[in-house]
């Protein structure tokens, strides 16, 4: 079955730290891959995807992720905390094959929190 | 460039009540998701269109809910009756043609509190 993990509900880094959120996924294929943030009563912001080519993808705000085929993971990551990056995060996984709209699901999120 | 517009951004009702949920998508994009995000959770989809057709309505509890997209455009979601454990934030999303990877983009959502 298709379905896709965040092992970590609740996250807090001290601002300036690094951080890297967890993101697994059952699939037969190779699925696109993507990461979105939703701040506190705000809709869902696409950070970074990843879909073919280069397994290491950079997105905005100084977020980049990694695709590990052999470890059916997509851990997103950055270097260095703002207190601004306080939110929930979704790993969300695309299925190709259908139509040609991807069924899009989300994980369950980690919600980050930031200690000044 | 317009987003995805979404409205009411607040619904109080109560249980047993009516309630429905309007959605524009960005212009030219033809594929729309509703999807309900309970607290704490990651959203589920409840429907998919591409244009005017649901291609994926398994999620969508269809004893009670039931959603149209009449010209292809905006999009409407109804609950009726609504139960308390209805209560949740419905997001819509849409995407483009040409995006085949399947890019999402959310509207602020329409948060529904059944009493």
Known sequence: ?????????????SEGASLELRCNYSYGATPYLFWYVQSPGQGLQLLLKYFSGDTLVQGIKGFEAEFKRSQSSFNLRKPSVHWS???????????PGYSSASKIIFG????????? | EAGVVQSPRY??????????FWC?????????????QNLGQGPELLIRYENEEAVDDSQLPKDRFSAERLKGVDSTLKIQPAELGDSAVY??????P????????FGEGSRLTVL
């Open chain 2, 98 to 105: 040409r995006s085949n990877t399947g890019e999402l983009f």
């Open chain 2, 91 to 96: 997001l819509c999303a849409s995407s483009s």
């Open chain 2, 11 to 20: 619904k109080i009702i109560e249980k047993k009540q009516p309630v429905a």
């Open chain 1, 85 to 95: 990056d306080a939110a929930e995060y979704f790993c969300a996984v695309g299925f």
């Open chain 1, 1 to 13: 079955a298709q379905s896709v993990t965040q092992p970590d509900i609740h996250i807090t880094v």
């Open chain 1, 108 to 116: 369950s999120g980690t919600r980050l929190s930031i200690r000044p």
């Open chain 2, 24 to 36: 524009n998508p960005i212009s030219g994009h033809n594929t729309l998701y509703w999807y309900r």
